[in-house]
């Protein structure tokens, strides 16, 4: 039997960390942000739902889709917004699922979903275990405000626009405290899998 692990967490929670140490552990990674980019390539279903809602002058010459230019337009309309979000989020759940029963036929240990709004969506019935990525707010805003060259003020209003960290973490199966270093989330992570049987002991 394949554990499914549902991996979330806020924005600059150091999910992405977390994420490339599944990878390095060898154990597959189905991430819900790349599945979003492929749904919308040209010659996808998606694709052409999308195009055909919001025009071609979201398209850039060589025909993919001007990300930016959606994204004005999706951003200052929450109608159009959710236009968008029911073409793509049904696309990317049809994937994601489709990659995750490969995975389970190929009778992979453990498999992990990345999906950034795992408990905003309800989607917890598509996995095992929930994993929460965390940090404390002021760590929260001061790697964004690094990451993304953006003021606090911008970066405050990304942060409130999600769901709490106190509230995910409130939710999950296990945490992972992320206001350390590298070397201490990992072995956060590594006593986790021991826990759920992923790994033994001896591979910690």
Same mark, same amino acid.
């Given at each position: 039997?394949?554990? /499914?692990?549902?991996?979330?967490?806020?924005?600059?929670?150091?999910?992405?960390?977390?994420?490339?140490?599944? $990878?390095? *552990?060898?154990?597959?990674?189905?991430?819900?942000?790349?599945? #979003?980019?492929?749904?919308?390539?040209?010659?996808?279903?998606?694709?052409? $739902?999308?195009?055909?809602?919001?025009?071609?002058?979201?398209?850039?010459?060589?025909?993919?889709?001007?990300?930016?230019?959606?994204?004005?337009?999706?951003?200052?309309?929450?109608?159009?917004?959710?236009?968008?979000?029911?073409?793509?989020?049904?696309?990317?759940?049809?994937?994601?699922?489709?990659? $995750?029963?490969?995975?389970?036929?190929?009778?992979?240990?453990?498999?992990?979903?990345?999906?950034?709004?795992?408990?905003?969506?309800?989607?917890?019935?598509?996995?095992?275990?929930? *994993?929460?990525?965390? /940090?404390?707010?002021?760590?929260?805003?001061?790697?964004?405000?690094?990451?993304?060259?953006?003021?606090?003020?911008?970066? *405050?209003?990304?942060?409130?626009?999600?769901?709490?960290?106190?509230?995910?973490?409130?939710? #999950?199966?296990?945490?992972?405290?992320?206001?350390?270093?590298?070397?201490?989330?990992?072995?956060?992570?590594?006593?986790?899998?021991?826990?759920?049987?992923? *790994?033994?002991?001896?591979?910690?």
């Amino acid at each position: 039997m394949s554990l /499914v692990i549902g991996l979330t967490g806020s924005i600059a929670s150091g999910k992405s960390t977390v994420s490339n140490m599944f $990878k390095e *552990l060898h154990i597959p990674v189905i991430d819900a942000d790349i599945v #979003a980019r492929e749904v919308v390539e040209p010659g996808e279903n998606a694709y052409q $739902k999308v195009v055909e809602t919001f025009g071609e002058i979201i398209l850039h010459p060589d025909q993919t889709i001007n990300r930016k230019r959606l994204g004005k337009i999706v951003f200052a309309n929450s109608e159009r917004r959710q236009q968008l979000n029911n073409i793509v989020h049904p696309a990317v759940r049809q994937k994601m699922l489709a990659q $995750k029963k490969a995975y389970i036929a190929q009778k992979k240990p453990c498999i992990v979903l990345d999906i950034p709004l795992l408990f905003e969506s309800k989607l917890q019935h598509f996995v095992d275990k929930t *994993l929460v990525v965390y /940090v404390d707010q002021e760590v929260q805003l001061a790697r964004l405000v690094d990451r993304d060259q953006s003021t606090a003020k911008e970066a *405050l209003q990304r942060i409130n626009a999600q769901m709490p960290g106190e509230k995910k973490a409130a939710m #999950a199966d296990a945490v992972i405290n992320n206001n350390g270093t590298v070397a201490q989330t990992k072995q956060q992570l590594l006593a986790i899998l021991v826990e759920w049987g992923v *790994l033994s002991k001896e591979q910690r």
